[in-house]
T-cell receptor, first 114, second 119 residues
Framework: DQQVKQNSPSLSVQEGRISILNCDYT??????FLWYKKYPAEGPTFLIS?????DKNEDGRFTVFLNKSAKHLSLHIVPSQPGDSAVYFCAASRKRGSQGNLIFGKGTKLSVKP | NAGVMQNPRHLVRRRGQEARLRCSPMKGHSHVYWYRQLPEEGLKFMVYLQKENIIDESGMPKERFSAEFPKEGPSILRIQQVVRGDSAAYFC?????????????????FGSGTQLSVL
């Protein structure tokens, strides 16, 4: 039973355009959400997060939107750059401070074409 | 400025052998987490340790798997009598979280992982 779902295994976008990565969750107890980026042969690196008390968080080219009623969040990257090509994981925690027990989705592989 | 160090990067074992995976957290971090990524899957939490203590092992298989984080030295994830289904990437992460305040604990710093292949 997957609690965090990333239904698109892959996404291809042209350089300079917007990339939108989607994530759905089923557990209404989740109240903190994160996006991690992973390059091949490397560990995931933290990208951006959002608390359930907010519906948007922005950091440079990256913005995360949260729709609690739909149990959906999305990561927007604009403008997309070739260096953004990686696998993006959505993750959630049941409460702030869940001691590192994050629930990850399966990831979406983003390819940004020059 | 060393990050989280994991070794070996690749480990090949035959069925029935033991696998030992090592993790040195970032300098100043005393909290270590182990995650496993099976092929085509997301990362799954296994265990959370502080120095000399297992805090949460809810994701650890009940048999053959154990973890420790001794006072001195790296954290060790040990898999006894490995089977083909243990083949996966094993990631270690650390965090600087202290006490009960966990404002940034989710910003885990991951190592590059150990790819375990069981023949």
């Amino acid at each position: 039973d997957q609690q965090v779902k990333q239904n698109s295994p892959s996404l291809s976008v042209q350089e300079g355009r917007i990339s939108i990565l989607n994530c759905d969750y089923t557990n209404s107890m989740f109240d903190y959400f994160l996006w991690y980026k992973k390059y091949p042969a490397e560990g995931p690196t933290f990208l951006i997060s959002i608390s359930s008390i907010k519906d948007k968080n922005e950091d440079g080219r990256f913005t995360v939107f949260l729709n609690k009623s739909a149990k959906h969040l999305s990561l927007h990257i604009v403008p997309s750059q070739p260096g953004d090509s990686a696998v993006y994981f959505c993750a959630a925690s049941r409460k702030r401070g869940s001691q590192g027990n994050l629930i990850f989705g399966k990831g979406t592989k983003l390819s940004v074409k020059p | 400025n060393a990050g989280v160090m994991q070794n070996p990067r690749h480990l090949v074992r035959r069925r029935g052998q033991e696998a030992r995976l090592r993790c040195s957290p970032m300098k100043g971090h005393s909290h270590v987490y182990w995650y496993r990524q099976l092929p085509e899957e997301g990362l799954k939490f296994m265990v959370y340790l502080q120095k000399e203590n297992i805090i949460d092992e809810s994701g650890m298989p009940k048999e053959r798997f154990s973890a420790e984080f001794p006072k001195e030295g790296p954290s060790i994830l040990r898999i006894q009598q490995v089977v083909r289904g243990d083949s996966a990437a094993y990631f270690c992460a650390s965090s600087p979280m202290t006490g009960a305040r966990m404002a940034t604990n989710e910003k885990l710093f991951f190592g590059s992982g150990t790819q375990l292949s069981v023949l």
